[in-house]
């Protein structure tokens, strides 16, 4: 079974403070995954993937199969930022994403 | 190039009836997803089409349907609707399916 796990519903920071989004996983085999954003009023999105290793608009992850774990992390948080953040999860060749409840990020200023 | 197209963008039904839901991939994507996002939920795997098959298909129940043309484009159809089928309902396409899906906007369901 495929499982992703986000502990924080809500993360609020200030701006130019690191931030750090958890995401933790289950499966048996090789995953591949993802995080999404959604801004305000606008449609999913994806922001990066593990398997490509790119930072993007300041946001890198790693994946650590030791811990299971995909966080995602950015050094100094600006206010456009400010977005619900969901981790994902592909098993393979089964086509589908599991998705993580999501975490709403706040930057304030 | 444009994105995924869904339509129509809102619906009101009322329940028993059965409502069909239309998506767009973007060109060349054969790989078509459909996902149920709820406040309660959150995102759920609904099904998946590859040129015309479904690959994989989400745990929900029969009254929950799908299809794919061979224009990739896709349709949903859940019938004899219930409350609880109220829901945004998101499409997604892919190349080939993995290495991460473009989303389009939703369709907002709301049954009464």
């Known amino acids: 079974a495929q499982r992703v796990t986000q502990p924080e519903k809500l993360l609020s920071v200030f701006k130019g403070a690191p931030v750090e989004l958890k995401c933790n996983y289950s499966y048996s085999g090789s995953p591949e995954l993802f995080w999404y954003v959604q801004y305000s009023r606008q449609r999913l999105q994806l922001l990066l993937r593990?398997?490509s290793r790119e930072s993007i608009k300041g946001f890198t992850a790693d994946l650590n199969k030791g811990e299971t774990s995909f966080h995602l992390k950015k050094p100094f948080a600006q206010e456009e930022d400010s977005a619900m953040y969901y981790c994902?999860?592909?098993?393979?060749?089964?086509?589908?994403?599991?998705f993580g409840k999501g975490t709403l990020l706040t930057v304030n200023p | 190039k444009a994105g995924v197209t869904q339509t129509p963008r809102y619906l009101i039904k009322t329940r028993g009836q059965q409502v069909t839901l239309s998506c767009s991939p973007i060109s060349g994507h054969r790989s078509v997803s459909w996902y149920q996002q709820t406040p309660g939920q959150g995102l759920q795997f609904l099904f998946e089409y590859f040129s015309e098959t479904q690959r994989n298909k989400g745990n929900f129940p029969g009254r929950f349907s799908g299809r794919q043309f061979s224009n990739s484009r896709s349709e949903m159809n859940v019938s004899t609707l219930e409350l609880g089928d109220s829901a945004l309902y998101l499409c997604a396409s892919s190349l080939t399916g993995g290495l991460g899906y473009t989303f389009g906007s939703g369709t907002r369901l709301t049954v009464v």
């Open positions: 994902a999860l592909s098993g393979g060749s089964n086509y589908k994403l599991t």
């Open positions: 593990h398997i």
